[in-house]
């Protein structure tokens, strides 16, 4: 006769597995973005945990030939320098811009030992990156560029960032603005970018500086740079997960 | 069910884990191609190459949403350190973009798809289930052995109880070992993360926007065999063989 159990064999190991699964999962899904108990924010925070976990945090993004520069069209939500571009204007950024950018500074604020302003001067001394990168669109198009710029993880290492420290948000006179995580702006060829293709960043691409992230889709480069925050928790400046995009965008 | 409705079923219903990821894999499918569609309608050009834009030339364009044939930009400024013609321009239109949920469901179906596709490909492998049942017999790979089934598929003698035609087989190899992995490899090529740490994909397609046409083709390929696997199935008898790979014993 068949002895009658609760559980057999196969069940316990099956059972087993898949609570320690779960449990794995909920303890992983805390470090990725909120997701509001929205499936596809589920998605983006598996492929963001996946991504971090699976690929090398260090390995750089292919850099191009001069010869593979092409054209780079300008998509973004518009001009901070023409009052007729409402949600875009910045009479601040106008007046800088008019003065080419003497007066300009970028602010750094948050979790660092020393928060204060940079000028370009300033960031410049603080190193050099020039790399020739593919811009990746959310919309399907790409862009060669040669880019030279300050590299954001030295920028950051120069304020002093404090222990807890997790996220940096950037953003820009028009509006704009993105979070990173650290293991993106430590990444090497994440730069703050002062020239474009040889000559100071023209106005539309971003002047006078702009965030690369190699490692993203373009959308989290942020442009027309005014202040950086780094901070200890989880900050989305430009509501990309409430607003229905992903925070994270390696794909 | 009747005596001889069992009869029908019987010997012929798939196992219960090719049902399940036969099921999956069909969902996801069908979630990737209309998210895959919405994407490709915020940019319906195609190119070759590294990198394309409305500023380079394209392979061809898709009229699938009104950016086809893209409206207006302001008038563009050549990179003056530049040897070549290289310029920028700023686009003046709104576009029609439905990317922030077309691209994370279609990132979501995709996990789906890979996952199930893997416990699909393993237990293939180990249940003898592609020895037997997917790859081909002797004296079935040959030319001849393919005409003739070929030509069996105009005279309606294309039911094979229990087994798989010779042409059944390659279309299903073909699928699960060629387009299938030519689709998610394009995917990931599409990827700036993963290929920063596997940039040999980017050799491998051709580069970002070669990829991103491969990607679209054999997608297109994926579709049309959707097609002719339904048309199939409903000649062969749409009841029956969708009880096999559902509920059939």
Avoid at chain 1, 9 to 32: D, N, P, Q, Y
Avoid at chain 1, 168 to 191: C, N, W
Wanted: glycine share 8%.
């Amino acid at each position: 006769m068949k002895e009658k159990r609760l559980m057999d064999r196969r069940k316990a190991i099956f059972t087993g597995l898949t609570s320690a699964g779960a449990l794995l999962l909920s303890g992983c899904l805390k470090k990725a973005p909120p997701t509001y108990g929205n499936i596809l924010r589920m998605g983006d925070g598996l492929t963001y945990l996946a991504q971090r976990g699976l690929l090398s945090q260090r390995a750089l993004a292919m850099e191009y030939q001069k010869s593979d520069i092409t054209s780079f069209p300008v998509t973004d939500i518009g001009n901070p320098a023409d009052p007729a571009s409402k949600n875009a204007y910045s009479k601040t950024y106008q007046e800088l811009q008019s003065n080419n950018f003497k007066d300009w500074s970028l602010s750094i604020e948050g979790s660092v030992k020393k928060p204060g302003k940079y000028t370009m001067d300033a960031l410049k001394k603080i190193g050099e990156r020039t790399q020739i990168t593919r811009h990746t669109c959310e919309e399907g198009w790409s862009a060669i560029a040669e880019w030279t710029g300050v590299p954001l993880g030295a920028v950051l290492t120069d304020a002093g960032i404090l222990p807890g420290a997790r996220y940096v948000s950037l953003y820009g006179f028009d509006r704009y603005a993105e979070s990173i995580d650290m293991l993106d702006a430590f990444h090497p060829q994440t730069i703050l970018a002062h020239t474009m293709n040889g000559e100071s960043l023209p106005a539309r691409n971003g002047a006078p500086l702009r965030l690369r992230v190699e490692t993203q889709i373009g959308y989290k480069s942020v442009k027309f740079l005014q202040r950086i925050v780094v901070t200890d928790k989880f900050v989305d400046p430009n509501s990309d997960i409430t607003g229905g995009w992903s925070w994270y965008t390696g794909i | 069910m009747s005596a001889s409705q069992r009869q029908e079923t019987e010997g012929y219903g798939h196992r219960r884990w090719v049902k399940s990821t036969h099921f999956i894999i069909t969902l996801s499918f069908l979630v990737l191609t209309v998210s895959g569609y919405v994407i490709l309608m915020s940019h319906p050009r195609l190119y070759w190459g590294k990198a394309g834009n409305d500023l380079t030339p394209a392979l061809f364009e898709l009229p699938v949403s009104r950016n086809y044939h893209h409206g207006g930009w302001e008038k563009s400024v050549p990179f003056k350190n530049l040897t070549g013609k290289q310029v920028s321009a700023v686009r003046t239109y709104d576009i029609f973009n439905e990317n922030g949920w077309g691209r994370s469901t279609h990132f979501l179906g995709a996990w789906f798809l890979v996952a199930t596709g893997l416990v699909y490909l393993i237990a293939g492998f180990f249940s003898g289930h592609f020895r037997y049942k997917l790859a081909p017999k002797k004296g079935e790979f040959n030319f001849k052995a393919l005409w003739a089934d070929f030509r069996s598929h105009f005279r309606k003698k294309t039911y094979y109880p229990g087994k798989y035609g010779v042409l059944q087989k390659f279309s299903y190899l073909f699928v699960i070992f060629f387009l299938f992995p030519i689709v998610i490899l394009t995917g990931f090529t599409m990827s700036p993360a993963i290929t920063a740490s596997y940039p040999i994909l980017l050799k491998i397609f051709f580069g970002h926007q070669s990829a991103r046409t491969i990607h679209f083709f054999s997608s297109v390929l994926l579709v049309l065999f959707l097609v002719v696997h339904v048309i199939m199935i409903t000649v062969a008898g749409f009841r029956r063989n969708l009880r096999a790979i559902t509920f059939g014993k």
